[in-house]
């Protein structure tokens, strides 16, 4: 008898509906692993052709602009009083929301293009652009482009992946391919941490104002 992990579980049992809810439930601020059921989608159309790639993408793409268009709306209607309050509860310290700050006045828009390719800001850059009162159109039109991208360069990387290691034996082909993207985000992460740290370290006045 296999080893099945939960993510294949859920995609087994409830298919494209899991894939929807995860995305969209972490898109809207909540920390679940919504990537990680993008890529095991992926890498199971690649292998088995259980779900259709294009439909992964698709409902992937949908999920992550709903979302974020919940997580923005938290955030503009209540985004500071929530973070005071719930932040400890939900693993965001001090640092990580420096950030999400940090990046978001500093970049604006292409912080909720570029942030859904990144693990923390995936999850904050919509509450962050409600909370900081950024124009609704403005971050629809950014979000719509980074969810699409997200979801289609995941998807496919994900797909020819699943499709590459096959061969291997069941819940491993899967945890290859986690693991492969796992490296690379933290790897991302750690080099914006470094650089919004090295930009406080040497602009003293800019914490002033």
């Known amino acids: 008898m296999g080893i099945h992990l939960p993510i294949e579980?859920?995609?087994?049992?409830?298919?494209?509906?899991?894939?929807?809810?995860?995305?969209a439930a972490e898109s809207t601020g909540i920390p679940l692993p919504g990537e990680t059921m993008l890529i095991a989608a992926g890498v199971l159309a690649g292998t088995s052709h259980a779900l259709d790639i294009r439909w992964v993408i698709a409902i992937a793409s949908a999920a992550a602009i709903v979302g974020d268009n919940?997580?923005?709306?938290?955030g503009r209607t209540g985004g500071q009083r929530l973070l005071a309050r719930y932040g400890r509860y939900l693993r965001l310290d001090e640092k990580r929301l420096a950030l999400g700050r940090?990046?978001?006045?500093?970049?604006?828009?292409?912080?909720?293009?570029?942030?859904?390719?990144?693990?923390?800001?995936?999850t904050w850059a919509a509450f962050l652009a409600g909370s900081n009162a950024m124009r609704w159109e403005t971050f629809l039109?950014?979000?719509?482009?980074?969810?699409?991208?997200?979801?289609?360069?995941?998807?496919?990387?994900?797909?020819?992946l699943g499709a590459r290691i096959?061969?291997?034996?069941?819940?491993?082909?899967?945890?290859?391919?986690?693991?492969?993207?796992?490296?690379?985000?933290?790897?991302?992460e750690s080099r914006l941490m470094a650089t919004m740290e090295r930009s406080e370290a040497t602009s003293p006045g800019d914490r002033a104002r």
């Open 9 to 23: 579980h859920l995609l087994a049992t409830y298919g494209y509906l899991a894939l929807f809810l995860l995305v």
């Open 70 to 74: 919940l997580g923005y709306w938290v």
């Open 102 to 122: 940090w990046l978001f006045a500093r970049y604006g828009g292409r912080i909720v293009f570029f942030g859904r390719f990144v693990s923390i800001l995936r």
């Open 141 to 160: 039109l950014y979000n719509a482009l980074g969810g699409i991208s997200w979801a289609s360069i995941y998807g496919l990387l994900s797909y020819f």
């Open 166 to 188: 096959s061969e291997l034996e069941g819940p491993m082909r899967l945890v290859s391919a986690l693991l492969l993207v796992a490296v690379a985000i933290r790897k991302g």
